[in-house]
C-alpha cells in the first residue's frame, strides 16, 4: 500500500531489509535462550549476543525508517509496534547487562512475548483480514505534530516495555511454581527437570517483577502526564475520557493496586503474579483491543 | 496497613474509640486499593459505551464523581495520618533501640563470631558503613547499639505521591467547577463575544500554509485574533493548531478551519447586483428580489467528480475552486443543486424569475473552542510532584539497620527495616559477609 511520502526505492528496500533482518535475528535470539532454559548453558551467552546483533539491526531499522518518513517514527500501528519491541529488548538487554548471566532465563520467557509482538505486524494481518498493520509512508496530521509527542510515545514504549518484563517474570513464577507441584514431572522428565533448575527462585523472580513494574509504572505515569499536556495543547482539553485514555489509566490503577499490595507485607506470591498479568492484559487491551474492539479519537496510534 | 515497628518499648494497647476506628478505616491503603480496583472496573465498563453516552451518564455522573471525592478523601486523610510519624522517621528515628526490639524487626539474623576483640562495634560500625549507610552509634536500654540509615528521603515519596494526586484530583474538580467551554470562530474581519468569559475576539488575519507533503496533506491555518473586554485590548497573538492563545486561565484554540466563499447576485432584469456576501458551508442568504434563498452546500478547493458523480476535491489547494449551491424556496421546496465555478458568471432559472450568480472570491475562516481552566497550575504542580514522589517512593530506598552485641553468645545482632524487602535481604547478605570478614571468620 502506498503512502502519501515517496521514498527512493533503495531507500525502501534498505528499510524493509533491515526489518525482516531484525526479526529473524530475534527469532534466533529466542530459540537461543530457550535452549539455554532446557539446559544447554553454553547457549546463554550466544542468546545474549545474537538479541544485542538484532537489536542494533533493529536500531538501523528504525533510523532507516526515519529517514524515509522525515521524521521520528513514533505513529500509526507499524511504527509504534517496532518502536515498543525495541524498547522492550533495549530494556532487556540493559537489565541482562547488569544482572549478567544468572538472567539469562528470563530471556527465554521474554523473547516468546517479543516473538508473538512481532507476529502482530507481520504474519497475524495476513492471516487474519478483519487486522490491518500498514506499513505505508505517511506524514505527520498537523495535531500530532507537537513537542509532547516525542516525550508522549517514548515514554508509553518504556511503559510498555517495563510491563512486557514484569509479565514475562510473572510468566516464570507461574511455570515454576507449576514445576514444583509436579514431583512426578520432574522425576519423568531429565528435560523439564533441567528447564526446573534453570528458573530463578520464586523470591527473586518476585523482586525481578516488582523492578520492572516499577519502571514501568513510572513511565507509564510520564506518558499519562504528556499525554494530557498534549491533549490540552491540541484538543483544549488535558482530559477527554477517550477510550485510549481510559484504558492507560486502567492499565495505571492496576499496576497502582500491585505496588499498594506489595508495600503492606500480606501480599505476594499468587496474587501479586495475577495482578501483574491483569495489568499486561489492560496494557496491550489499550494498545490492541481498543483500535480494533472500541473506537476513539486515538485511533491513528 | 501493617504500621512499621518503632522498635521502642511498646504502650500497652488500648482498645481505640470508634471515631478513630472509623477514621483509621477512611484512611487505610485497603479502602484505598478497593477505590482504585472500583474506579477501575467501572472505567472498563464506561469504554464499553459509547464515548458521549459514556461521558454524560458514568463519568459525570454523581456517584462517579462521588467515588473520585471519595478517593480524594482517603488520599488527603492517609497523608494526614502518615504526615507525623513519616516526618518523624526521617528526622528523629528512634537510634537507641533494645536488643529485644532488634529481634522483631523485619530482617534480622544472629551473626555467632568466635573472637570478639577488644571493640566488637567498630566491625560492625564499618561494615553497616560499607553497606552505604550512614553510622552513628547510640546508648541504648541494653547498652550501645549501632545505627546507620541511608535513602531517608525517600519515606517522603508516598506522601509526595498521594498530595500530587490529591492536587490533581481537586485541580480536575476546581477546574470543572470554575470553567466553560465554547465554540467561535470567523474570518478576517470578523470579530465574536465570549459572555462567560466576558471578552470579545477579532480576527485580523486568518492564512493557510501548505505542509511540506504538498497540498494533499491538511494544510496549517494560522490566525490572528485581538481580544478585548469593553473596548481595553487585553491580549493579542497568533492561533494555530497546538499554538492556543491564552489568558486568565482561557485558552483559545484552533480547531479546524472553513472554506468561505464570496456570492454576487445579479437581477438581470434590474441589473441591480447584491454583494459580495460572504458565505459559509450550509448558509441561507435571503435574496429579497427573487423571494428565495441562495443555499450553500459545499466548497471545493480543487474540485473534481469522484467515480459516483459526486463533487469532491483533490487536494486542499485551490487549484479549481467551486461551491456547490441550491436554490431553497421559503416553503422549502428546492431546485436541483448546481456547482458554481470561480468568477463564471451563471444564470440560474428559477420558479420566481432568473438570477445571476457569481463566486467572485473566497477566503478561509478559523474555528476556535474556548475554554477556561482554572485547575491547570494544579494539575501542572500536581503532575511534576507526582513523578518526583514516585522517584522517590521506589528509587530512593530507604533503610535503616541496627546492630548490637551481645557478648554472652558472643554474637552480633543485627536488624533491618525497609520497605523493599529483596533490597534489605541483599544489604543484610553484606553487612553479614563484611562482619564476618572484619572478624577474619
Ligand atoms: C500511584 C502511585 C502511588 C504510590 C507510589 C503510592 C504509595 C503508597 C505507599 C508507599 C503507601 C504506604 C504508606 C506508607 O508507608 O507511608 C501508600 C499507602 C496508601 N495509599 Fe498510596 N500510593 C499511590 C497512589 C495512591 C492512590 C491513587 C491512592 C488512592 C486511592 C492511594 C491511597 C493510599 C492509601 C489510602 C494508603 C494508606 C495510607 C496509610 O495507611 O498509611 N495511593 N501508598
Known sequence: MGGLIQVDPTNLMIEKTLFTLSCL????????????????????????????????????????RAVNVSRVPFVGHYEFGNLFIWATVLVYVWTEWRLKDKYHAVGAFLMPVVVAYIAYLTVIPALFARITVSSAHNPLPPVLQSFWLKFHVSSSVMGYAGFSLAFATALMWLARTGLESRPDLLKASPFINKLAVSLPRQKTLEEYM???????????????????????????????????????????FVFAVYLHARFTRGWHGKRTVMLVMVGWVTMMFTWLGVAWLLSGIHSFG | MVRENTGLPGQPDAPESPLRQILKFLSSMQLG?????????????????????????IYT????????????????????????????????????????????????????????????????????????????????????????????????????????????????????????????????????????????????????????????????????????????????????????????????????????????????????????????????????????????????????????????????????????????????????????????????????????LTMVGFENAAVYSISRNLGRPWLFTGSVLLILGLYMSFFLFPRQVYAAFDAKSTSYLVGGRSRNKLGLEQLMDRIEEEIRKRKGE
Open chain 2, 33 to 57: 486499593i478497593i477505590l482504585l480496583l472500583l474506579l477501575a472496573a467501572i472505567s472498563v465498563y464506561a469504554t464499553t459505551k459509547e464515548m458521549n453516552v459514556a461521558i454524560g451518564s
Open chain 1, 25 to 64: 535475528i530475534y527469532l534466533l535470539a529466542a530459540v537461543g535462550y530457550t535452549v539455554n532454559v532446557f539446559g544447554k548453558k553454553e547457549w546463554g551467552g550466544f542468546a545474549a549476543n545474537t538479541l544485542r546483533v538484532a537489536l542494533l539491526v533493529h536500531t538501523g531499522f528504525l533510523v532507516m
Open chain 2, 61 to 356: 455522573s454523581w456517584w462517579f464523581v462521588g467515588i473520585m471525592a471519595f478517593t480524594a478523601l482517603n488520599l488527603f486523610l492517609c497523608t494526614v495520618e502518615r504526615a507525623g510519624p513519616i516526618w518523624r522517621q526521617v528526622f528523629k528515628p528512634s537510634r537507641a533501640v533494645t536488643v529485644e526490639a532488634i529481634k522483631r524487626m523485619p530482617s534480622h539474623r544472629a551473626i555467632k563470631v568466635s573472637r570478639v576483640g577488644s571493640d566488637p562495634l567498630e566491625a560492625a560500625a564499618g561494615a553497616l558503613a560499607v553497606g552505604g549507610l550512614r553510622v552513628s552509634t547510640q546508648e541504648g536500654p541494653d547498652g550501645t547499639v549501632v545505627f546507620g540509615e541511608a535513602g531517608r528521603f525517600g519515606h517522603f515519596g508516598s506522601l509526595i505521591t498521594h498530595i500530587s494526586i490529591l492536587l490533581i484530583l481537586l485541580g480536575a474538580m476546581y477546574g470543572a467547577l470554575t470553567g466553560f467551554e465554547t465554540r467561535g470562530g470567523g474570518y478576517a474581519g470578523e470579530s465574536f463575544n465570549v459572555p462567560e468569559g466576558r471578552f470579545q475576539a477579532a480576527i485580523s488575519k486568518v492564512t493557510m500554509e501548505y505542509m511540506p507533503e504538498g497540498p494533499q496533506v491538511r494544510p496549517r491555518v494560522i490566525s490572528e485574533v485581538t481580544v478585548t473586554r469593553d473596548g481595553r485590548v487585553i491580549k493579542q497573538g497568533k492561533i494555530a493548531i497546538n499554538e492556543p492563545l491564552r489568558f486568565e486561565g482561557i485558552s483559545i484554540y484552533h480547531s479546524t478551519f472553513l472554506w468561505v466563499p464570496h456570492l454576487t447576485i445579479t437581477n438581470p432584469d434590474t441589473g441591480r447586483t447584491e454583494g459580495p456576501v460572504k458565505l459559509y458551508d450550509h448558509d441561507r442568504y435571503f435574496y429579497r428580489d427573487r423571494e428565495l434563498y441562495i443555499h450553500t452546500l459545499a466548497f471545493f478547493p480543487d474540485f473534481t467528480m469522484n467515480h459516483q458523480g459526486m463533487p469532491t476535491s483533490r487536494s486542499y489547494a485551490t487549484n479549481r475552486p467551486v461551491l456547490a449551491y441550491q436554490v431553497v424556496y421559503p416553503g422549502g421546496t428546492k431546485e436541483p443543486w448546481g456547482l458554481l465555478e470561480l468568477n463564471k458568471p451563471l444564470t440560474v432559472e428559477t420558479k420566481n424569475g432568473p438570477l445571476e
Open chain 1, 210 to 252: 516488582y523492578r520492572a513494574s516499577v519502571f514501568g509504572f513510572l513511565f507509564q505515569t510520564v506518558m499519562i502526564i504528556t499525554g494530557a499536556i498534549w491533549a490540552d495543547a491540541s484538543w483544549g482539553r488535558y482530559w477527554g475520557w477517550d477510550p485510549k485514555e481510559m484504558w492507560s489509566l486502567i492499565t495505571w
